[in-house]
Every structure is written in structure tokens, then in C-alpha cells.
């Protein structure tokens, strides 16, 4: 399998425009999962000629051809990211918004022991978890 979302976009025959190509890059870099007007602003500042309308009409080509995922978070933003990576699970921060990926195997266990036991085998899983920072204790409490 390619392992590039450039080289995944050409095996799948997408026609790859210069602005495409960056869009693409900003996406392959993303540590994070941005939105449209995150990716718009990134793939700008490499080349400002491109519009938030080649932004949106980019990501979804992307999304329809499987080469990016569509996360939503319950804040009112459709965020991506690379529908390649490695299997995680996310804990959002619903005061701050931030997304924090991980990876536990006694939860892929149980997902497993779960799906066993209702008589099912299990292809896939995504799981969210919503929280708020602890408050952290101080001296003499």
C-alpha cells in the first residue's frame, strides 16, 4: 500500500493539482486534526493562492476516496486526518477542545472480549472519550 497521501491519491487515480499536492502535505504533516479553516490556513501560507473553497472541495474529494477521515467531536467542527494511521482512540478535553490520542490494550481487549461474546468478530472500533482536567490537590487537602 502507498504511504503517502500523495502516493495514495495517484494509486487511486485522483488528478493532483499543485494546490492539491500542498493540501495533501499539510495533511500528511498534521500532528493534530484540523479543521477546513486550519488546513486553509497552513496550505495559504505555502501557497497563498489557495481558496478555503479549493480548502473544502479538496478535503472532500479526500473523504469520499478514503485517503482522509472525518472526525467529529461534538464541538460543531469536522476535523481530519489520515485514514492510514495506527488504530487509536481519543480523549477530547471539552473545556479546552484538545484531542489526545492513545492507545490502551486492555480497552482493545475488552472491545474484543465484548464483540466474542456477542457472538461477533470485530473489523473495527472507534472510541471518544469526553472529560474534563482533574483538579490537581494542593498541600494539606
Sequence with gaps: MPE???????AKGLRLT???RIIAGVLEEADDHPDVEELYARAAAADPRI?????????????????????????GRARYEDAERD?????IDIQ??????????DIEELQERI????????????????GVPRKKRTEGS
Design 4 to 10: 503517502t497521501i500523495i502516493e495514495r491519491c495517484e
Design 18 to 20: 499543485d494546490q492539491r
Design 115 to 130: 464483540a466474542r461474546r456477542l457472538g461477533y468478530e470485530l473489523r473495527g472500533h472507534k472510541l471518544e472519550l469526553y
Design 96 to 105: 479546552s477542545g484538545e484531542v489526545i490520542e492513545f492507545v490502551d490494550p
Design 51 to 75: 481558496s478555503l473553497a479549493t480548502v473544502y472541495r479538496t478535503v472532500k474529494l479526500f473523504e469520499e476516496a478514503g485517503i482522509i477521515e472525518k472526525l467529529e467531536f461534538g464541538d
Design 87 to 91: 488504530h487509536h482512540d481519543h480523549l
